[in-house]
């Protein structure tokens, strides 16, 4: 019972980092935010193989710069983000996010197959 609940605690935090990344704000502190709130809490000895992988990477992606000037390593990192930098993030959240609930049974959005249209393009 606790594994499950574990494993639901877990997705339950992707959801609400994907709600935060989908909210109003500058992207780089939607990201921030999204992982210095649920990101952090997640337990990725509790995700798929896969997912935990991804996830590992993209939590290592988010601490690369050192802790300065009253920010901690996540908030450094992603205040030294371009916007497309943040935006990429972001989407690597939205994947985990998919692939944990559908059992890797969804195409991510970052396949390169997949293009999307935005109105008024010819």
Do not use: W
């Amino acid at each position: 019972m606790e594994i499950v609940d574990l494993e639901a605690r877990n997705h339950s935090h992707l959801r609400a980092a994907v709600l935060q990344l989908i909210g109003a704000g500058p992207i780089k502190q939607r990201l921030c935010e999204a992982s210095l709130r649920h990101l952090s809490d997640i337990d990725p000895g509790r995700l798929p193989r896969e997912v935990a992988e991804h996830f590992q990477e993209l939590m290592d992606s988010l601490s690369t710069v050192p802790a300065a000037g009253g920010l901690g390593r996540i908030g450094a990192t992603v205040r030294k983000m371009s916007d497309q930098e943040a935006a990429a993030c972001a989407v690597r959240v939205l994947d985990l996010y998919l692939a944990l609930s559908t059992n890797g049974q969804r195409e991510p959005a970052t396949n390169p197959q997949r293009q999307l249209r935005l109105v008024g393009d010819e």
